[in-house]
């Protein structure tokens, strides 16, 4: 059986049409279409549903992760996920997330949040985590292409009072 499409528009004027089925990832878009009234599967969406937030180079990232993913189950608001057990699926990580650059890793992050899509945000979390994890300041600055605006009199204070905080490997 198909579902029922959906139309969307991205900031930048491109329409997608997606199953609902696809869509249901995000609960942004969920509650938007139940608060309508319009969960019915024999009510047609009478307008395109506009997403200002979200480009359409990013929006069909969403789209293709939300297709792959599209026979797992919502995350709800109410569900706890077990974030420091948390194991990116092989897919994602192979065939979603190795192909994004840090731009796009950052723009898919925002979108995922605005659209609520909450295993994707918290895939896209945890890649920036492992991207950063055991570097330094100035590599993470490197990384993300974040100007250091301290002296090196500010840099030496803040390392000498978060010294606590600092592990050898």
């Not at 279409?33 to 180079?57: A, N, Q, R």
């Not at 992760?65 to 797992?72: A, G, I, L, V």
């Not at 991207?131 to 990384?143: C, D, P, S, V």
Request: glycine share 2%; hydrophobic share 35%; proline share 4%.
């Amino acid at each position: 059986m198909t579902s029922r499409k959906i139309q969307l528009i991205s900031n930048d004027d491109q329409t997608f049409e997606v199953e609902r089925d696809v869509i249901k990832q995000s609960n942004t878009v969920n509650t938007l279409i139940t608060d309508l009234g319009m969960d019915d599967e024999d009510t047609t969406m009478p307008v395109p549903i506009p997403l200002p937030k979200v480009d359409s180079d990013i929006l069909r990232l969403i789209l293709r992760w939300c297709e792959y993913h599209k026979d797992d189950a919502p995350v709800k608001d109410d569900e706890e996920i077990i974030k420091a057990d948390l194991k990116i699926p092989s897919w994602d990580r192979t065939e979603f997330f190795k192909h994004l650059d840090k731009n796009a890793l950052f723009d898919v992050t925002l979108a995922a949040n605005y659209l609520d899509i909450k295993m994707l945000l918290e895939y896209c979390c945890k890649t920036v985590s492992d991207l950063i994890k055991g570097k330094k300041a100035e590599e993470i600055r490197a990384i993300f292409g974040i100007e250091n605006d301290f002296t090196p009199e500010e840099e030496e204070a803040i390392r000498k009072e978060n010294m606590w905080c600092e592990t050898t490997n």
